[in-house]
Structures are given as C-alpha cells and as structure tokens.
C-alpha cells in the first residue's frame, strides 16, 4: 500500500479519536510521520476490534504502565469514541486488582482531571 493511503488513513482515525490535531514540530515530525502512517494507519485500522474496544484498551494499558501523559490524551480520545465516564472508572477499579492500587488511583486522577476538562472547568 502506498505511503500516502496509509498516512491517510491514519490522518483520518487520529482526526476520529482527538479531532483535528495541529501539525507536529519539526523535532516530532519524523516519529509522527510512522506513528500516523503505521499506528493509526495501520494498526488502528485493522478488523478484528471496534475502534472503541481499541481505545479502551489503549487506556488501560497506558494506566497499568504509568504513562499519564498519553493517558490524558487517549482518554479524551476514549470519551470522543462513545466511552462512558462510568465505563473508564469502572476499567480503574479493574485494574486495580491487575496492575496495583497506586496505577489505578494515578489513572482515576487523570480521568477526573479530563472529566473536569471535558465540562470547562479546566484540569
């Protein structure tokens, strides 16, 4: 598959997921280019899971390992694909039994912060 189709295809799930984003950095742009073209364009896109079983396991992961950051951002992501507040919630208490109290209660903390942010109170 060309280059291009992938890094539409990719273009348009990150667009799905975040909305639109702004271009990346000139220091970003290289490791944008393949996570777009291949991660979204590839990955992403794949049958077998829904776009939004994806997500929630993309969330749950980035909560197990810690990595709020991307959290913060797949989390909005998770809300944009129809994922329920109480659903994410639910997902940390899961967790908590998985990959330990203290994941669960940094991933709570980010979920109230994007809830918050979500409403316009800011995070």
């Known amino acids: 598959m060309a280059d291009n189709e992938r ?6 799930m990150r667009e799905r997921l975040f909305g639109a984003a702004p271009p990346p950095s000139e220091t970003f742009e290289r490791l944008m280019g393949v996570t777009n073209e291949h991660l979204f364009g590839d990955i992403w896109t794949r049958p077998g899971l829904a776009v939004r079983d994806r997500s929630l396991i993309t969330c749950a992961v980035l909560t197990a390992l810690g990595k709020e950051a991307q959290l913060r951002v797949h989390m909005k992501g998770a809300l944009n694909m129809g994922i329920s507040r109480e659903e994410i919630l639910e997902m940390m208490v899961h967790l908590a039994h998985y990959s330990g109290w203290p994941t669960a209660v940094n991933g709570t903390r980010v979920a109230e912060e994007v809830f918050k942010e979500a409403d316009g109170a800011g995070g």
């Open 7 to 12: 890094a539409k295809r990719g273009n348009e």
